[in-house]
């Protein structure tokens, strides 16, 4: 069997692929009322926080605004802003512009602040999913926007510095022009005389599940076709640029069922031949992991899932010229006879192709009786295939397994577990997904939430973090960011074309957590007393609201700051 690929010409440019498909915001269903703008004569342009998702038809409380922004980071960090624009009349057109950082002599270009328009989609209020709320997370870079009358409109900006920028305090000014009236606020940002590692270099194992096929519905084009890879490339390079270490592969068809707007479909293809012999077409696989690999996501291909939700497995037969298909579980002779051939092969191409060392077979929260056949079955055709799972089974299960990842809410994991698995450089990481109901990702969770997975995973010991889905886009996503199954953004971290605060929150905690190693590996006495003392703070499971993620943060973060 071969797969065709399409010739499709590439557009210009993702942004003019994604202006093909403008979802307009929604109707605020609880808007302020209109008195509360009658105090509100003119246009203004003032410092929030990062912490705060504004409403849009609410008036902000930005009285004790700093006039100026001060901001502290590492070469080579990002950081993050967020400016409000207040609009008691209209607004026919807002574009934004930001100077070059200036220390002196010293300059550092304004390419690399990236300027977003806050935008607003419909959300659940809670995890309870019983009420809709419409909410600022969607980071979108066009060049302009109109502003309504009696509305905000927050401004973010991910600042870059260089990691060969010079240490030192610099200077610039956010401008945002309107009709042709400029409001400005200066911002400073103080450059350590420390420097992070590009995100490839990350310790932090960073696993996003990643989805290509909701990028080809979501822009009506031809699934594994140029123009497809094209749209998907800025998507997964926003993964890579988060550190994102693991590509996702799904080896069987739709091996969680149903679960998204858009299936998994099968990467490779199984043929039965009319003699009896069984053939594999390994073409889109190879394409997507090469892909990923480009975009720079190299350390680990994870391939879902020998044991799937349904226990279905399909294949082409050419003697009857049909898809036909075998229902059968782990340690039931038919699947041995399914699955054993196949692994075998599998193997011999990932040799072939160099990437069967960075290969696990990944498995997602199913029962150990059968996780433990299915691996039976995995060694069999390859003692040296890696495993990958989602699940809990301490000691009885993972002690051979590659790469683990545990639920938040689970028993945090003993030191003695941790220290033998750093031993055999086995990663081990934590995961939210539908729950808990906090600390999550949502579209409604407080954005530190976001930044508080990093310092969890520091203080509670763990390589990294898990989350299931990337980029499982729902049907409207720019629109409404509910889902008919589970918590509103529980699918996804970005928009099509578009960043998201909870992704630029999540990566800000991952920097904290890369500086976190540093800085333990090279502090000695009273101050690396003080550093484990700031970072067991996060270590418990049991957060509640009242815990105040934002206000943790900012309390280590000063620490952080005081012990570079």
Sequence with gaps: ???????????????????????????????????????????????????????????????????????????????????????????????????????????????????????????????????????????????????????VRPIWLDIRIPQDAEAGTYTATLTAQCDGRELRVPFSVEVANRTLPAPKDWKFHLDLWQNPYAVARYYGVPLWSKQHFDLMRPVMKHYADAGGKVITCSIIQRPWNGQ???????????????????????????????????????????????????????????????????????????????????????????????????????????????????????????????????????????????????????????EKTLSERRRKNDPITFYTCCGPAWPNTFTFSPPAESAYMGWHAAAAGYDGYLRWAFNSWVKAPCQDSRFRTWPSGDCFFVYPGESSIRMERLVQGIQDYEKIQLLMGELTGRKLDLLRQTVEKFRSNKYEPKDDAAQMIRQAEAVLRQLE
């Design 260 to 414: 998204t707007e858009d299936p998994f479909e099968s990467m490779i293809a199984k043929m039965k031949t009319i003699d009896g012999q069984w053939r594999y077409d390994y073409t889109v696989f190879d394409r997507w992991v090469q892909f990923m690999m480009d975009c720079g996501v190299t350390k680990q291909i994870d391939c879902y899932t020998l044991v799937p939700w349904h226990y279905r497995f399909d294949y082409f037969d050419m003697a009857s010229n049909s898809v036909r298909y075998v229902d059968c579980k782990p340690g039931e002779k038919e699947y041995e006879d399914f699955i054993l051939p196949f692994l075998r092969d599998f193997a011999a191409h990932l040799k072939q192709r160099g990437w069967f060392s960075r290969t696990c077979i990944a498995m997602d929260e199913r029962p150990m009786d059968q996780m433990q056949a299915t691996y039976n079955i995995v060694k069999r055709a390859d003692p040296d295939y890696r495993i990958e799972g989602a699940f809990n089974y301490f000691p009885e299960f993972t002690a051979n397994v590659h790469d683990v990842s545990v639920a938040y809410q689970y028993d945090l994991i003993d």
């Design 1 to 151: 069997m071969k797969h065709l690929f399409s010739a499709l010409a590439l557009m210009a440019t993702t942004l003019c692929l994604h202006a093909q498909r403008v979802e307009k915001e929604l109707a605020d269903p609880a808007p302020a009322a209109a008195e509360a703008w009658q105090n509100v004569k003119d246009i203004t342009l003032a410092w929030g926080s990062t912490d705060e998702r504004y409403s849009r038809s609410e008036v902000p409380a930005l009285q004790k605004a700093p006039k100026r922004l001060s901001l502290h980071g590492w070469k080579g960090e990002r950081l993050s802003a967020q400016a409000v624009l207040t609009a008691p009349t209209e607004i026919g057109n807002v574009s934004l512009s930001v100077s070059d950082l200036v220390s002196g002599r010293k300059r550092i270009a304004a390419s690399n602040v990236l300027r977003y328009f806050v935008c607003y989609t419909m959300s659940d209020k809670d995890s309870g999913r019983k009420d809709s709320l419409l909410v600022a997370d969607r980071l979108s870079p066009v060049a302009g926007m109109a502003v309504a009358a009696k509305s």
